[in-house]
Each structure stands twice: as structure tokens, then as C-alpha cells.
């Protein structure tokens, strides 16, 4: 050791000298002089054994060692910037509206969200993000030219995303979607709907199952009502670019029978009502919506290409409880100069899902539709497109008069 060394080159260095002073004091060296010396020396060595021994008592380490082995052993801690991840999107809207006894509708919108996500574990993720738009639980647009006046922001997402095993993801507050949307389609739930509650996920990349309870309103006396979800499906591998995606899905929203209005207490959004004794408006049926989907994902050419089905049914309704969409997506807008195109058939009756957490730009919003979605999108940059939306649809398809509804979107997009 480096300690040991000193030592002894400090007393051996001093003995040496002492000798070769008194040898050069006095001359020629005796025997009894050389007996002398050794026995300094072997005297000094005893002295070095001890100094160590005391050293080592006091937890004293070589220092040369020392630098090296804790260099190893504790590694630079990560600073808190490389924790925290900064997100989000904008996008500018033009929107045309056409609806068959309404005046036609030119208007400017915008929508914007931001989510700062935050990582202090390897299997813990929290996050937390504000969205334009306004309370409004399927849109984040909010709508310009009110007088240049300040625009609504409000808390879009609030979570904690808990890996507690492999595979396996708790994730519990305001949070985005955790049920496949076959085909990105909002059939059953619109892109935008941020569920409140707790949801359990498993994906081993081929199968998938996910569970959830929800809280989508308080009773009279403020305690929470409930409503749950169940999903189950799985992934086909054919090739490296064939994957055909199948599942079922099972939602209980039974409760709200007989109860007021979620959200507005005047618009259904296409369900049917009845009024009570009170004269307010209450669900006339309950919702227990079971979906089957399906969606291949492959190559055309160069290009990707995905066809989807997706079936529901309300087995809680009599009549008007089905929907179902038919789809496909060729090309992908994401590198620059890419673009996509795609064609959605959809018809959704009235009683089929609930009309709030439905599409809200499909016939305006709601059940009781059914049509046609075209798009189109060309990127910019990977994080700026444009995109095209035509819905033409039929409105109130149950009654004895549908009305055509046209709406055109031409959107600017940009994400960071």
C-alpha cells in the first residue's frame, strides 16, 4: 500500500543515514557496529507493523485505491432534467358545417394540449397536462373570433402509470383512453375522451387484456356512480408486415337508466329520453355495449396499409342498438413528403352506445348517423402535416325525415 510504502522508506531512508553518518564519522565499520544496525532496523520494521495496524483500526485505506473503487461503485446520479419529459401538439383548423335546416357554419378553430410526464422510477410514470377547449369531455377545439378574448385552458390529463410487473401497467386518475380503438375510429369513444378512474392493461405484444372502473358521475347525494369496461384481444403475426389484430370488448354503463343527462342536462346526443316527474330529461335505456373488432395492418407495394371492422351492440336496448364502422388507411404521413389517405363507412343507431363519449365531429356529435369520413393528410416535416377531413353523413336516421350533414375540416398540425 501507498501508506506502507512511505512508511517505509521514511524510517528505513532515516536508519540508513544514521549508520552512514556514524560510519563516516568514525571510520572503518566493526562487527558490533553492523549488529547495531540491524537491530535498528528490524526495530524500525516492528514500529511500521504497529503505525499499520493502527491505521487499519482507524478505518484508514490506501488512498491510491480509494478514487478508483468508488468511482465504480456509485455511478453519477440522472439529474432531474432527464426525468421530465415536455409534450404536446397544436393545430390550427378551418371548418366548413352544412347541415340540412341549419345555417351554414365557416369558422376558425384551435386546439392545443401540453403534458409534462415525469419519471422518478424505471416502472413509475406520472402525468399531468392542460388542454384548450373548455370542460367539454370529447373536444379540445375551442372555437375563435369571440372579441379576442382569453381562451379556456383546463386539466386534460392527471395520472400514475405503475408497471407492477412486466407487462403489466395500474394506471389511476384522469387518463387517456387505455381500450384499443380499432382503426384510431371513434365508434364507441372519441379520441379526445380522457376516462376518470383506474384501469389494469397486460401486453405481451400478442395478446392484450384490459380492464377498467370509471366514474362518470356523482348521485343526488354526491357519491360516485360507476361504470366498468373489459377488453381481450391478440395479435396474428403472418410476416414481417402482416399482423391481423382481433378482440372483443364488454361495457357496463346499465346505471345510467333512468337517470339525468351526463355532462348537459337538455342534449342526448342522439340517445333516446323520456322526461320524468320532474320534467327533466332522463336516459330511456341503460348501456351493456358488446364489440367484437378486427384490423389487418400489411404492405401494398411500399406503402402500409390497414383494414378494420368494428362491431357493437347494446344488449341492454330493444331496438336501435347497433353500429357498426368499415374502414381502411393506405400510406402513413410521418417522414417528410409521406402522406396517407383514407375512407371510414360508419352507422351508428341511436341507442347503440352512449352518444356523449361517441365521435363528436361524426354528424355533429352523438348516435343517430350514419355516412361516410374521408382524409387525407401530406407531411411537412415529421412533426408538422396537413390533413383533409369530409364527413357526409345522414342525421336522425330513426325518424321519418333524415337530414344530410356535410362538414369539411382542413387542419394544420404540428407536435413536439
Given at each position: 500500500m501507498y501508506v506502507k510504502g512511505l512508511l517505509q522508506a521514511l524510517v528505513l531512508?532515516?536508519?540508513?543515514?544514521?549508520?552512514?553518518?556514524?560510519?563516516?564519522?568514525?571510520?572503518?565499520?566493526?562487527?558490533?557496529?553492523?549488529?547495531?544496525?540491524?537491530?535498528?532496523?528490524?526495530?524500525?520494521?516492528?514500529?511500521?507493523?504497529?503505525?499499520?495496524?493502527?491505521?487499519?483500526?482507524?478505518?484508514?485505506?490506501?488512498?491510491?485505491?480509494?478514487?478508483?473503487?468508488?468511482a465504480k461503485a456509485a455511478p453519477p446520479a440522472a439529474s432531474w432534467a432527464d426525468k421530465l419529459q415536455l409534450k404536446g401538439d397544436l393545430r390550427l383548423r378551418q371548418e366548413n358545417i352544412d347541415a340540412e335546416g341549419k345555417s351554414s357554419v365557416s369558422r376558425q378553430r384551435v386546439r392545443a394540449r401540453v403534458a409534462i410526464v415525469a419519471r422518478p422510477d424505471d416502472n413509475l410514470e406520472l402525468g399531468f397536462g392542460l388542454a384548450t377547449g373548455g370542460d367539454s369531455p370529447v373536444s379540445a377545439n375551442q372555437t375563435l373570433g369571440e372579441g379576442y378574448s382569453k381562451k379556456g385552458v383546463d386539466v386534460d390529463l392527471a395520472y400514475i402509470d405503475w408497471a407492477i410487473v412486466p407487462d403489466v401497467h395500474l394506471v389511476g386518475g384522469k387518463m387517456k383512453n387505455p381500450f384499443h380503438r380499432t382503426g384510431d375510429n371513434g365508434l364507441v369513444w372519441d379520441s379526445d375522451l380522457r376516462p376518470e378512474g383506474a384501469s389494469i392493461r397486460w401486453d405481451n405484444g400478442r395478446l392484450f387484456a384490459v380492464g377498467g372502473m370509471f366514474t362518470p358521475a356523482r348521485d343526488s347525494g354526491g357519491s360516485s356512480e360507476y361504470v366498468s369496461?373489459?377488453?381481450?384481444?391478440?395479435?396474428?403475426?403472418?410476416?414481417?408486415?402482416?399482423?391481423?389484430?382481433?378482440?372483443?370488448?364488454?361495457?357496463?354503463?346499465?346505471?345510467?337508466?333512468?337517470?339525468?343527462?351526463?355532462?348537459?342536462?337538455?342534449?342526448?346526443?342522439?340517445?333516446?329520453?323520456?322526461?320524468?316527474?320532474?320534467?327533466?330529461?332522463?336516459?330511456a335505456t341503460g348501456f351493456k355495449e358488446v364489440e367484437a373488432f378486427a384490423e389487418l395492418a400489411m404492405n401494398m407495394g411500399k406503402l402500409p396499409i390497414s383494414l378494420f371492422f368494428d362491431y357493437v351492440n347494446n344488449t341492454d336496448a330493444d331496438e336501435l342498438n347497433t353500429g357498426w364502422a368499415v374502414g381502411f388507411t393506405l400510406g402513413e404521413a410521418a417522414d417528410k413528403g409521406s402522406w396517407a389517405v383514407s375512407y371510414v363507412y360508419e352507422d351508428l343507431e341511436a341507442d347503440a352506445v352512449l352518444g356523449l363519449f361517441t365521435d363528436s365531429d361524426f354528424g355533429g356529435g352523438?348516435?343517430?348517423?350514419?355516412?361516410?369520413?374521408?382524409g387525407a393528410a401530406y407531411a411537412l416535416s415529421k412533426r408538422t402535416n396537413l390533413a383533409m377531413t369530409w364527413f357526409i353523413n345522414k342525421t336522425d336516421q330513426s325518424s321519418a325525415t333524415e337530414r344530410d350533414y356535410d362538414r369539411l375540416q382542413l387542419d394544420i398540425n404540428f407536435k413536439y
Open positions: 531512508g532515516g536508519t540508513i543515514a544514521a549508520g552512514l553518518a556514524t560510519t563516516a564519522a568514525f571510520g572503518a565499520t566493526s562487527d558490533d557496529q553492523v549488529q547495531k544496525l540491524i537491530e535498528r532496523i528490524d526495530a524500525q520494521d516492528r514500529r511500521i507493523a504497529e503505525l499499520e495496524q493502527a491505521l487499519e483500526t482507524a478505518g484508514g485505506k490506501d488512498e491510491a485505491t480509494v478514487p478508483a473503487t468508488a369496461g373489459a377488453q381481450l384481444g391478440g395479435r396474428l403475426q403472418f410476416s414481417d408486415s402482416v399482423i391481423l389484430t382481433l378482440g372483443a370488448s364488454y361495457f357496463d354503463l346499465s346505471d345510467v337508466k333512468g337517470g339525468p343527462l351526463l355532462y348537459t342536462d337538455d342534449d342526448s346526443a342522439g340517445n333516446t329520453v323520456l322526461t320524468d316527474l320532474n320534467g327533466d330529461l332522463v336516459y352523438g348516435t343517430d348517423v350514419k355516412g361516410h369520413i374521408l
